[in-house]
């Protein structure tokens, strides 16, 4: 993970912590998961965060890695700051999990701030 990347999780992650309930951007942030092939062989989720509001906003987006058992067992952020209307970014967000593990990505918190 590079630095700028690591950044905007942990940036990402303070402003969740700020938030009651899932955030106010869920409808701007879809997911999609990538081949292993891609990954170099970890599961991996590719994040597209969409500004559909008229004005600049960054966003903070959670994601949660769950096992069969529907338990979390990671939970990943990434985030897109100072995004112009209608333009987007797609980050990714990687389980570090062993390879061989089956788990769900699921969309937790979505914040735009």
Do not use: R, T
């Given at each position: 993970m590079d630095a700028q990347t690591q950044r905007r999780s942990e940036a990402a992650e303070q402003e969740l912590k700020k938030v009651d309930g899932r955030g106010n951007a869920l409808s701007e942030?879809?997911?999609k998961g990538m081949p292993r092939a891609e990954t170099g062989g970890v599961q991996a989720v590719l994040v597209t965060i969409t500004n559909k509001t008229d004005r600049e906003a960054s966003y903070?987006?959670?994601?949660?890695?769950?096992?069969?058992?529907?338990k979390v067992v990671e939970t990943r952020y990434v985030g897109a700051e100072?995004?112009?209307p209608g333009k987007k970014e797609q980050p990714i967000a990687f389980s570090h999990q062993p390879?061989?593990?089956k788990l769900t990505p699921v969309l937790a918190k979505a914040q735009r701030y």
């Open positions: 942030v879809g997911m903070a987006v959670q994601i949660d890695f769950k096992n069969p058992d529907g100072d995004l112009q390879p061989d593990s």
